[in-house]
């Protein structure tokens, strides 16, 4: 009995005479099964597309057109909080409930003026660079925007921090107009701060009262004799107000407004700026308006003492009220009744006013100036998050007219029979309809839109549907050769569904656990992602067949591509193989190679200006051609491109033209590259360059590092960009609080708030207060206010003139702690005067009485206001408000209302020297331990503040994104030595993979034009270096890897020996004649051909060839008589 030849020696084309091919699967039978399943399904659906092309096109682009209408009501989020803080996390719990006691808005918002020499290092504390901040912060502080019929100038719409309450309204009135805005600036060292207050006051008999000229206690001594002051003269004392502005040195004392009572006005010495602003500087109040020294100097440089010598950054900070504010401020007033004045109105005054702000203070120094000038606020931010999230139009159209173009020219071919063209473009559309109706569907589910939805997915949507796009268009031109016109669909389907089908749901499920990450925005781009790539993929899968067979019935009606409406010019080409036996030779056992040596005749005719090709009969076996890969890399047969380009020995030079034609990226891979690759010293090589590059990467991923910059952001070459690039690097603070919520008793914890406070201002990343500054909270100020009315109470009891019925001769704060003194809690018996000698307001231990505790609170908060408003307590619910009056005669005002138990309380504190993601992990991580560690000792308590809101999900946020392309599915249904295979495997995948990388470089280069570092360094560069890493991988290590430890085939062939031998007998019609020849072993046989062949058009790669007598119509609506099922598994062309 005969033995086949071994089957690592036979191509898989090749199909001895004397056998009937059998497909046995040789190992994993169930993964196998499932594949051929899978593959007849998609089989059955390509074919039935193709029969209703038109049908499946038109009801396809109606479905994708009606979900691209849902953009109609796409929502595009901007707020920050809502895009980074994850729904029901801790940070979001903590923000709602600081929102349910407070309200929607912050206190107060900020303006900011930044300014640094035009040279780099430059010391700018000099009285040169001071004067210029002054114009600078003096022209910004004088804008005025006019909206609603008034004028809105900073003086109207400023913060005011604890504005006292009096008695007296003249008194009242004139100190709401004078009282001065809440400006953090190093000018409020000098008198010339003064100059940035913008209130002003009238009193018969004087100039106007302005606080350039304002003595606070000359103006009391003035006024004392009309009305009475005392309550205000305490205030004032108490907060060390003194002379305000007008006892600090003049920074110019040429000025000829520089008041007598400046130190250096009679000298007229330049004041030394160092030594000045060292430890920071104070607003009108000593006590409660400190403005530190990290505030307001940036880049600072001092001697080994610790004294300042230089500094490269001044900042001022100008507070604004927030929309809330300033409506409840003007509600009611006379300024404002005319207008129908609400909330919406004062939010778009403050918007209109900071725009101005920023406008007029980066013009107020000239060009040629030696500084220059920064100014940010917080609208100025809204409007570029607004810009950063609106769709480009021209990047869009730009990038998708590019991919138009590359589809179009990479899939034209001279050979009309190949020319895809037409395809391309009507594949790039259909993915850019797929991704408006992926984008349209996700906001018909709510899913908000943001900036990277609409910067950057369109591109990258585009790049992933245009793979599978050139995918299914290569696999379809090549079509094996038996495949009936009519199967076209179905087969290419069955190659190349699997893969697609496979790549998009892997993209999709890695889209969805992408969306596991716990950041709002990148959860929505993920979820809009993987719809997107859903959307692809139907289109890919069931309406870009359509597409494929409409475009095989224009080549069947021999029309040119793109320009279907003209004829081929090829239409009429005719090729003729005559018959001739073979000879009776010996042929050597074992040879794999099959080949035709044809000699070609081309001439035009004259008349009907056709391509006449005749091909003259000179069949012969001959021994394979010369071959890197020796007898391994076989040429497949059929296939009308091959045939044409075939020559013979003889004519060789004089079709070299013609063979260039047809050079493409499988004629490369299959003749170049892959026997450049699997040669013994190149995989050595790109075993050891892979490998290099693993240990690189490695190495890489322990530097990568969390955190994301605001400048990334903001359109680089923009002042604010520029603004934000130096606030990073001079003045690295941020204000937080401490809040302690409710459910836990205040009065009896004092001791582990007092704790928690110290414990807090430990860390490392906690400004601490300067030494001579008692620390800014809430309790610490009450509890200095109760020592210090306790204090006068006693110096009043000592001299008399407090007893144990009277107080009206006491000082106000005597009184004040008499009335408090006599306080029991109890509402049947409120008072008892014998408590005024047996207890304390503080006991020794520095604690409150329970009992007195929000009495005492009740009597601070309605007292103090400057103190108040400096602690920054914002409590909830707030105490009643209770006036003092000393003189009382009906003793109503001895009962003091209790404030209601506490629910929410803060203490403010600034963190500083956070540049780095881990800085701020380690200072979130700190505070959350001192609250965890207070929550031991039952009191409630959270950080807030921007640190911990925006970067506390880099706690645990460390997630790995992979991508590979892979070729591994076309290594292991090819059979042959592990060489033979990957060459196969290159070759059937090199043009679709190289195109489909090149088609997703394209689609991300259009990110490349943005302005935002976060769009090039998150996206472009990321998304670029992955393809190109993927692409090498794909190409290149996995062939190399697959030649060396790929796995065995999962399919062979098979064949049973036979003694029938098909009969020798002339065929009819002409055809394949096989038969034995007596003279030959069986080893060999007779080959006879006669084949004629009419080509109208040119023959399809993989179409059935029929004479040209009766050479079947077909139409994409003709019925598939041969049935779906009649295919058999196949190798895939992936």
Not at 199 to 225: H, K, M, V
Not at 239 to 256: E, M
Not at 294 to 318: I, N
């Amino acid at each position: 009995m005969v033995r086949p030849p071994p089957l690592g020696e036979l191509p898989p084309s090749y199909t001895p005479p004397s056998a009937a091919p059998q497909i046995l699967a040789v190992s994993l039978k169930a993964p196998l099964w499932l594949r051929a399943y899978f593959q007849g399904l998609l089989f059955s659906l390509g074919c039935r597309i193709q029969r209703h092309c038109g049908k499946v096109l038109f009801l396809g682009l109606l479905a994708f057109g009606a979900l691209a209408l849902g953009l109609r009501v796409a929502i595009i989020e901007t707020d920050l909080e809502q895009l980074w803080v994850e729904v029901d996390s801790r940070v979001s719990q903590e923000l709602h409930y600081t929102k349910e006691k407070l309200g929607e808005e912050a206190a107060y918002t900020s303006q900011m003026l930044i300014q640094t020499a035009r040279q780099e290092g430059e010391n700018i504390l000099t009285s040169e660079a001071l004067g210029l901040h002054l114009q600078a912060a003096l022209t910004a502080s004088k804008v005025q925007v006019s909206l609603y019929g008034k004028s809105w100038d900073l003086n109207k719409i400023c913060y005011k921090s604890g504005v006292p309450i009096i008695e007296n309204g003249m008194i009242e009135r004139m100190i709401e107009k004078l009282f001065p805005c809440v400006i953090l600036t190093p000018l409020d060292c000098f008198w010339e701060g003064a100059k940035l207050q913008g209130g002003s006051a009238y009193l018969p008999g004087r100039p106007d009262i302005q606080w350039t000229n304002l003595d606070p206690q000359q103006l009391l001594e003035e006024l004392g004799p009309f009305a009475s002051l005392e309550s205000f003269r305490e205030l004032l004392d108490k907060a060390q107000v003194g002379q305000a502005y007008v006892g600090r040195p003049c920074l110019d004392p040429d000025d000829q407004h520089c008041p007598p009572s400046a130190p250096n006005h009679h000298s007229r010495q330049a004041p030394n700026v160092a030594q000045e602003l060292s430890g920071g500087c104070h607003g009108f109040s000593h006590k409660f308006m400190h403005w530190q020294e990290e505030l307001l100097l940036g880049g600072v440089a001092r001697d080994l003492q610790g004294q300042l010598l230089k500094a490269e950054a001044l900042q001022s900070t100008f507070l604004l009220m927030s929309p809330r504010q300033l409506y409840e401020h003007f509600r009611g007033d006379y300024q404002t009744h005319d207008i129908g004045w609400s909330e919406e109105q004062a939010s778009t005054v403050l918007q209109a006013w900071q725009r101005r702000f920023v406008q007029l203070a980066q013009e107020a120094l000239p060009a040629n100036a030696s500084q220059q000038i920064y100014a940010f606020s917080s609208t100025t931010l809204d409007d570029i998050l607004q810009a950063f999230s609106e769709v480009s139009t021209s990047r869009v159209v730009g990038g998708y007219l590019l991919m138009l173009a590359y589809a179009c020219v990479t899939m034209l071919r001279w050979d009309c029979a190949q020319s895809q063209g037409a395809v391309g473009l009507a594949g790039v559309l259909l993915v850019a309809l797929a991704v408006a109706s992926g984008l349209g569907l996700c906001a018909l589910l709510g899913i908000t839109f943001n900036a990277a939805t609409t910067q950057v997915l369109p591109f990258l949507a585009l790049g992933i549907g245009v793979d599978d796009i050139f995918l299914l268009a290569h696999a379809f031109i090549k079509a094996p050769p038996d495949t009936p016109l009519q199967e076209r669909m179905g087969e290419c389907l069955r190659r190349t569904g699997t893969s697609v089908t496979l790549t998009s749901i892997n993209n999709m499920v890695a889209f969805f656990m992408a969306a596991l990450v716990p950041i709002p925005a990148l959860r929505a781009f993920s979820l809009q992602a993987a719809i997107v790539v859903g959307c692809n993929f139907a289109a890919v899968m069931l309406v870009f067949p359509a597409v494929l067979s409409l475009d095989l019935c224009r080549r069947h009606s021999r029309r040119l591509d793109v320009l279907c409406c003209f004829s081929s010019p090829c239409s009429a080409r005719v090729i003729q193989i005559l018959p001739q036996e073979l000879e009776d030779r010996t042929v050597p056992v074992g040879i794999a190679h099959l080949t035709t040596t044809v000699q070609a005749f081309a001439h035009c005719e004259a008349s009907s200006q056709h391509v006449v090709t005749i091909l003259p009969p000179q069949t012969h076996l001959v021994s394979p051609p010369s071959d890197p890969l020796g007898s391994e890399l076989y040429s497949p047969g059929g296939s009308t491109r091959d045939l044409l380009g075939q020559e013979g020995a003889r004519q060789k030079a004089a079709c070299e033209s013609l063979l260039c034609t047809h050079w493409n990226l499988a004629h490369f891979a299959r003749y170049q590259f892959a026997p450049l690759l699997l040669q013994t010293q190149a995989k050595a090589l790109v075993l050891v360059f892979f490998g290099a590059l693993l240990g690189l990467s490695l190495y890489g991923a322990t530097l990568v590092q969390d955190g994301l910059a605001l400048t990334d952001v903001v359109p680089r070459g923009t002042k604010e960009h520029a603004f934000l690039s130096a606030q990073l690097r001079y003045f690295s603070l941020y204000e937080v609080a401490l809040v302690t919520q409710g459910g836990f008793d205040y009065t009896h914890s004092q001791r582990a708030l007092f704790d928690l406070h110290q414990r807090f201002s430990s860390l490392k990343a906690v400004l601490p207060p300067p030494a001579t500054q008692a620390p800014r909270t809430w309790l610490h100020y009450y509890r200095n206010w109760l020592q210090g009315i306790q204090a006068a109470f006693d110096q009043d009891w000592a001299s008399g003139r407090i007893t144990h019925h009277s107080y009206r001769n006491g000082s106000e704060d005597g009184a004040l702690a008499y009335k408090l003194l006599i306080q029991t809690g109890n509402t049947q018996e409120p008072l008892d005067f014998s408590q005024l000698t047996t207890r304390k307001l503080v006991d020794k231990e520095g604690l409150i009485p329970p009992e007195l505790f929000y009495m005492g609170l009740t009597v601070w908060v309605s007292s103090d206001p400057l103190g108040l408003a400096a602690s920054q307590a914002n409590f909830y619910p707030p105490p009643p408000e209770w006036l003092h009056d000393k003189y009382d005669t009906t003793g109503e005002n001895l009962r003091i209302p209790a404030a209601q138990p506490l629910e929410f309380a803060q203490f403010p504190f600034l963190l500083h020297g956070l540049q780095k993601t881990a800085d701020f992990v380690e200072a979130i991580e700190g505070a959350r331990a001192a609250c965890t560690e207070a929550g031991q000792a039952g009191v409630r308590a959270y950080p807030s503040g921007s640190p911990f809101l925006f970067w506390e999900q880099y706690l645990g946020l460390r997630r790995c994104f992979l991508l590979a392309v892979c070729i591994l599915l076309g290594f292991l249904t090819t059979q042959g030595s592990r060489n033979l295979r990957a060459a196969q495997a290159l070759e059937h995948t090199f043009a679709p993979v190289t195109d489909g990388a090149v088609s997703t470089l394209l689609g991300l280069l259009m990110l490349a034009g943005s302005n935002f570092d976060f769009i090039i360094r998150y996206f472009f560069m990321i998304l670029t270096v992955l393809t190109l890493l993927g692409l090498l991988h794909g190409l290149v290590l996995l062939p190399v890897l697959l030649s060396i430890l790929g796995p065995p085939p999962q399919v062979v062939q098979t064949y049973e020996e036979s003694s029938q031998v098909p009969s020798s007998a002339a065929p009819q019609g002409g055809g394949l004649r096989w038969g034995m020849s007596s003279n030959l072993p069986q080893h060999f046989a007779r080959v006879t051909t006669s084949m004629t062949v009419a080509l109208h058009p040119p023959p399809l790669p993989g179409a059935y060839v029929y004479p040209a007598s009766d050479e079947p119509t077909w139409s994409p609506a003709a019925n598939n008589s041969t049935g779906s099922g009649s295919r058999g598994l196949g190798p895939a062309s992936e």
